[in-house]
């Protein structure tokens, strides 16, 4: 759930007239009987995710609290599973969209989000990149938060690539960096080592308002990825890869 956007290759498809792309064009899709596993699957998910307790400071608090405009909201992958609790709880009213891949995988994604009502927007560096970041420009400017896992689909582990930043600095909306901390949970065996947390445990939420991206870095979009991953490191815990 990521979009590594080169910008040569953006500019130069910004100079061609527009075409109109379906948001699935060239996604792949779900069967019936796919989808149907999804739906019996994600109520019991559901379930999962409403019986584990948020906790977060006063600052997280005070965000929640008060009207916002779009914004882009940058999470590591392997702690996805928690973030659309958080706005069913707290953030109801607000429309969300989050970027996932254009894979076989992402379908499974895809469908599971349109049932927490979170806007798919498909695709990655790997297929319809230009046709997502166009996408995601135009959700932001209709009043839609984004969610961005800048090192998905495939890792690395907490890379931090510039298209989540590339996209935050051309829209102008700021940029906030989300964490949540598990306290007991599985973790698979994939290259994130994706956090499952346990029934009824606990998650710190843990937020870093960066604001107008375009006042990092002079508006250089590496220079920008490097200063916001070092950021969201703060916010992160991860006994496992910060004790190798």
């Known amino acids: 759930m990521h979009l590594s956007v080169v910008m040569n290759q953006v500019q130069t498809e910004q100079r ?38 948020l906790r977060f400071g006063a600052d997280v608090k005070a965000f929640l609290d008060q009207p916002t405009e779009p914004a882009v909201f940058i999470l590591w992958h392997n702690r996805l599973l928690m973030a659309p609790e958080l706005y069913r709880r707290y953030l109801p009213d607000r429309k969300v969209a989050g970027l996932i891949s254009a894979s076989q995988d992402g379908a499974w994604l895809a469908s599971f989000f349109k049932q927490l009502k979170i806007r798919p927007i498909r695709g ?37 690539k510039a298209g989540a930043v590339t996209l935050a600095i051309r829209s102008g909306v700021p940029i906030v960096l989300l964490s949540y901390n598990y306290t007991r949970a599985w973790r ?20 870093d308002i960066v604001g107008d991206g375009r006042q990092l870095a002079n508006g250089d ?24």
């Not at 792949?28 to 379930?47: E, H, K, P, S, T």
């Not at 916010?235 to 190798?244: H, M, R």
């Open 188 to 207: 698979l065996r994939t290259w994130d080592r994706f956090y499952l947390p346990l029934p009824f445990s606990r998650v710190h939420v843990k937020l």
């Open 124 to 160: 990655s560096r790997h297929g319809r990149a230009v046709p997502a970041f166009r996408e995601l420009l135009k959700v932001l400017a209709d009043g839609y938060n984004v969610g961005i896992t800048p090192d998905g689909s495939r890792g690395p582990i907490y890379d931090m």
């Open 16 to 53: 061609k007239p527009p075409i109109h792309h379906p948001p699935d064009a060239a996604a792949q899709q779900l069967r019936w009987y796919q989808r149907w596993v999804i739906a019996v699957c994600g109520f019991g998910m559901r379930w999962w995710t409403r019986s584990v307790r």
């Open 221 to 244: 979009f590496r220079q920008a990825a490097t200063i916001l991953r070092a950021r969201m490191l703060e916010i992160t815990d991860d006994d496992e890869y910060f004790s190798a």
